[in-house]
């Protein structure tokens, strides 16, 4: 039976970070109520629902902690009766403190979710300030306790690094901080500066400077050191685990497997196609009677798009691209249909083949864009 990753955007946030660009905002009750029965209702109406068997489920954001709780229950039973899900499925909720409590938390595990996503960012309460949080490091601890004392056992926490005004002495802190708590995942993530975010604005208007690409490198490679001294296994170029509890459906995107994502700006990949809903609130909610308006098609794939996605996406994990599961999702060798792009890149150590295996080199994780712009 083929598999089927559910992604589900819960677009609500108390307040917008200064670093955010994806689609999120603060709503009356009334705007949420109303988002929720359009999602209940596109849910339902999926076609995508005969012969696949659910294996994850993903509910980000925006902020999902943000609404009722009874919401994101009622989202989560829908989906139960719609589709086939696994008997083991991964069912992740994100959740930022400042919009949790304990209540919550009990609810969502009742509802089924058996993996939580703590966005943290930093323990500095300085940083949290700088980048819009609306969480100091007391709250997150709060939070974090609040998960285990419910009997969560599978909690990732979120870390940033490349912050302007950001120390390395700052990010090892809160690297050696979030390790002692031992959650089962950590995921830190480079800030990416982008166009009309406040903290965009405050970097063009000389209020804040960036760091260089030699200090965020070398925070990259000293919180490497430091989570793999601790047994996590840094299996993606943002992500490290513990052994066995590497993002199940991360893991499906990156290796190219088929979700179907419901909710404003959700991105699906079905059938070699690649279509997302619109980014308009509005506009989402008037098509409740015509959901297929809401559908924007980015991507149909031939054979070459596959290929040359198969090997972009990859090359994220630390294990690279196998390439016997390359020649038999694509009956072709990849050290031959890729040999110009595999040869440059070899020559500038940007990556290193095996008997099995094509992957980044360390100096490829620290260029790992022009290593994808090969591919693209």
């Known amino acids: 039976m083929d598999k089927l990753g559910i992604y589900v955007h819960i ?125 100091n490091y007391e709250q997150f601890i709060n939070t974090y306790n609040l998960v285990k004392e419910v009997g969560y056992n599978n909690i990732n926490v979120d870390l940033m690094l490349g912050i302007p005004t950001q120390t390395e002495d700052e990010l090892i802190d809160s690297v050696r901080k979030v390790i002692k708590l031992n959650p089962n995942h950590i995921s830190i993530y480079s800030l990416i500066v982008e166009e009309n975010t406040e903290i965009k604005k405050m970097i063009d208007n000389n209020k804040i400077k960036m760091i260089s690409e030699e200090t965020e490198r070398n925070m990259y490679w000293k919180t490497k050191k430091m989570l793999q001294k601790n047994n996590f296994n840094h299996y993606e170029i943002s992500n490290f685990a513990k052994k066995g509890y590497e993002s199940k459906h991360n893991l499906d995107c990156w290796n190219q497997e088929e979700y179907i994502g419901f909710g404003l700006s959700a991105h699906s990949y079905i059938d070699k196609k690649r279509f997302s809903n619109t980014e308009n609130f509005n506009e989402y909610i008037q098509n409740k009677d015509n959901l297929d308006k809401n559908i924007i098609i980015s991507e149909i794939q031939d054979r070459q798009d596959q290929c040359k996605e198969y090997m972009l996406i990859g090359l994220r994990k630390i294990d690279g691209v196998s390439i016997s599961e390359f020649e038999r999702k694509f009956r072709i060798n990849p050290l031959f249909y890729f040999r110009f792009e595999i040869s440059n890149l070899v020559q500038k150590e940007l990556i290193e083949v095996d008997l099995d295996k094509i992957k980044l080199t360390k100096k490829g994780l620290d260029f790992a864009n022009i290593v994808f712009e090969e591919f693209i």
Do not use: M, W
């Open 11 to 135: 677009p609500f946030c108390k307040s917008k970070c200064k670093y955010c660009d994806f689609i999120s905002f603060s709503c009356k009750e009334s705007n949420i109520k109303e988002y929720f029965d359009v999602l209940i209702k596109e849910i339902q109406n999926t076609k995508y629902n005969k012969n696949k068997e659910v294996t994850t489920i993903y509910l980000g954001g925006g902020t999902p902690s943000v609404p009722d709780s009874k919401y994101i229950v009622n989202t989560l039973q829908t989906i139960k009766k719609v589709f086939r899900i696994s008997s083991n499925a991964e069912i992740t909720i994100e959740i930022n403190p400042g919009t949790i409590t304990k209540q919550k938390l009990v609810d969502y595990k009742n509802a089924g979710v058996n993996r939580i996503s703590i966005g943290l960012q930093s323990t500095n309460d300085r940083i949290l300030k700088l980048i819009g949080r609306i969480h």
